[in-house]
């Protein structure tokens, strides 16, 4: 990585912690009329200093096999809606090794949710639980042989998932059959079990997908953004 990659990576984490912090903001903050209208001219500036060319998207950094190549790993966290650093979207979600309680390996994923993801009264929506699983139950496939693709998530909604508290995500490969993977996690708030979900996994040719998507309607990608 060349200082000028470094540096560039470094000031898009700042400006992507900057946008989630302005996003909890006006969502949270009662703004007088003047500072909203402020606020948003500023806005346009910066999403006009934001303009440029069309950033490959992770699936393009590494040819064939996105899915087992390092550049295309890379790439998706930066810019996941789940844990992308570079994407203001995502909370971050942040995934690592682990284990469990009965030492079996798992994937521990660790973060606190801002009220812009709330839905229930200081509980995380349900759809963003189901969607932190989704991505916690995805990586766990890498403690197994064969990659996939979402084919059936079900998620029991125990207790609200607070916001504004630390979670804790453990998710596990609980059986594997050829191209079939069975995936379970857990969502803790301390030591509180708050959800648990297992995901169907079925190993995929990426290749054939980025095909197949790149022909329906509306795919093409502009030049610029």
Request: hydrophobic letters at 40%.
């Amino acid at each position: 990585m060349t200082d000028r990659d470094s540096t560039s990576r470094e000031e898009g984490l700042a400006l992507a912690t900057e946008l989630r912090h302005i996003a909890e903001a006006l969502v949270v903050a009662d703004l007088e009329p003047e500072d909203v209208a402020a606020a948003h001219r500023l806005a346009t500036a910066l999403r006009e200093r934001l303009t440029g060319p069309r950033r490959p998207r992770w699936y393009d950094a590494a040819g064939a096999h996105p899915e087992s190549a390092p550049e295309a790993r890379h790439a998706y966290l930066a810019q996941s809606p789940i844990r992308g650093h570079l994407n203001p979207v995502a909370p971050p979600l942040v995934l690592g090794p682990g284990t469990r309680g009965n030492g079996a390996r798992c994937v521990v994923g660790e973060l606190q949710m801002g009220r812009r993801y709330e839905g229930p009264p200081h509980g995380v929506h349900g759809g963003w639980v189901a969607a932190l699983f989704d991505e916690a139950l995805g990586a766990a496939q890498s403690l197994g042989d064969t990659p996939g693709m979402t084919a059936v998530l079900k998620v029991r909604y125990r207790q609200i998932t607070p916001v504004k508290q630390p979670l804790r995500f453990e998710a596990w490969i609980h059986e594997q059959r050829g191209r079939r993977t069975v995936a379970r996690a857990t969502c803790h708030a301390g030591d509180r079990l708050t959800a648990d979900a297992e995901g169907i996994f079925i190993g995929v040719d990426f290749d054939e997908v980025e095909e197949r998507m790149s022909r329906a309607p509306g795919s093409s990608d502009d030049a610029a953004v």
